[in-house]
């Protein structure tokens, strides 16, 4: 026959009541409260990081159109600089060709 074992019943009878006193506990006016608060916490935290999501986007959109731009302005003063370069280039070889043809 086997033994009664006193110890392990003990703990699941420790453990039961401790488990109903705790959703006792958790379902208590003071527990709800503190969710409450918590839960309050938590919605301020979060539009608070929106607030800087928000900043943070717009500052990138910001700083791409700048950039955009100073690609732009540079690719136009190359352009200008190409455009001047093959100007003196032509000039040269006129100026070559006239003084063969002399």
């Known amino acids: 026959m086997a033994e009664f074992n006193w110890k392990k019943s003990g703990l699941f009878a420790a453990g039961v009541l401790f488990g109903t006193a705790g959703i006792k506990a958790l379902s208590s006016k003071d527990a709800k409260k503190l969710y409450t608060n918590c839960t309050a916490a938590v919605l301020r935290a979060k539009d608070c990081v929106m607030k800087t999501v928000t900043t943070v986007q717009e500052n990138c959109g910001d700083i791409y ?17 190409e455009d001047t370069a093959e100007e003196a280039e032509a000039e040269e070889t006129a100026e070559d060709t006239f003084k063969e043809a002399e």
């Open 65 to 81: 159109e700048g950039a955009k731009q100073i690609n732009d302005d540079r690719a136009a003063a190359e352009e200008a600089f």
